[in-house]
């Protein structure tokens, strides 16, 4: 047996109110952003093929160009969030760490060179990507009503996954959380949540 100073300490499970900790942080960063700095932190996001713009990776989630952007973000990624830690449980942290990495990642090798890709629309696409695949390719009837809730209030979503040269839209961002959410959803396909 081991000595209780060496036990492995198990990650908690998040809840709900873990979320809304992190919209709070994010609303907090942007007020100091939008308020104090002018927009200033927004250069911190990923700047494509450029090795600076690789710290942009795991701050994109946390910046945005200004509160309608972040207002934008803000339901989809509690609802989405929402259903990522009930199926995911102690998963959640890791799953979502993965989105933002290869998302990011993505975002860094394909877009555009000159532009700064910022905001949780990626991590967001990932969690939608994610949902979407586990209710196609898991057998379970839970993840299939799942997947046509998800598909009615936020199938449009779809779309943002194309070229829209007319908007000011990282649909870069968009493709690449999809398809990282896409990959894990096929690696956890009939897992149990932790």
Do not use: C
């Not at 700064?116 to 949902?131: D, E, M, Q, R, W």
């Not at 799942?146 to 199938?155: C, E, M, N, R, S």
């Amino acid at each position: 047996m081991k000595p209780a100073h060496l036990k492995h300490k198990k990650a908690k499970r998040p809840t709900f109110f873990y979320l809304l900790d992190l919209v709070l942080l994010a609303w907090i960063i942007e007020a100091v952003d939008q308020f104090l700095l002018a927009g200033g932190l927004d250069r911190f996001g990923i700047h494509p093929r450029n090795p600076y713009g690789l710290i942009g990776i795991p701050l994109m989630p946390w910046l945005h160009g200004g509160f309608s952007h972040l207002s934008s973000n803000t339901l989809p990624f509690l609802t989405l969030g929402y259903i990522m830690i009930k199926s995911e449980g102690r998963r959640f942290y890791y799953s979502s760490a993965v989105i933002i990495l290869l998302g990011g990642l993505g975002t860094w090798l394909i877009a555009d060179k000159g532009e700064v890709h910022i905001g949780a629309s990626a991590l967001i696409y990932g969690y939608f990507g994610y949902v979407m695949t586990r209710a196609i390719i898991d057998s379970r009837p839970l993840w299939l009503f799942t997947g046509i809730l998800v598909a009615l209030f936020y199938g449009s979503m779809i779309f943002g996954v194309l070229p829209q040269a007319d908007l000011p839209v990282s649909w870069e961002g968009h493709l690449m959380g999809m398809l990282a959410g896409i990959w894990l959803g096929r690696r956890h396909k009939g897992m149990q949540r932790e």
